[in-house]
């Protein structure tokens, strides 16, 4: 129970990140297809590559 009311949360912060967020504000990019990304995934959404480097700048 508490899992989807946490799962939801974390749904409702990445749209507004998505939705703010520019280029110059993504934490995380895929080595593999050069996406990137605004949160900390263990997967590329694009590709399924694990290979995810966060971004230092
Ligand atoms: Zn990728």
Known sequence: MSLF??????????????GN???DEATHRCLECD???????????E???T????RSD
Request: charged share 30%.
């Open 47 to 49: 590709c399924g590559s």
């Open 5 to 18: 009311n946490d799962l939801g949360r974390k749904v409702e912060e990445l749209k507004q990140e998505v």
């Open 35 to 45: 996406t990137l990304l605004y949160a900390d995934h263990d997967e590329c959404p």
């Open 51 to 54: 290979s995810i480097l966060a």
């Open 21 to 23: 967020a520019s280029d």
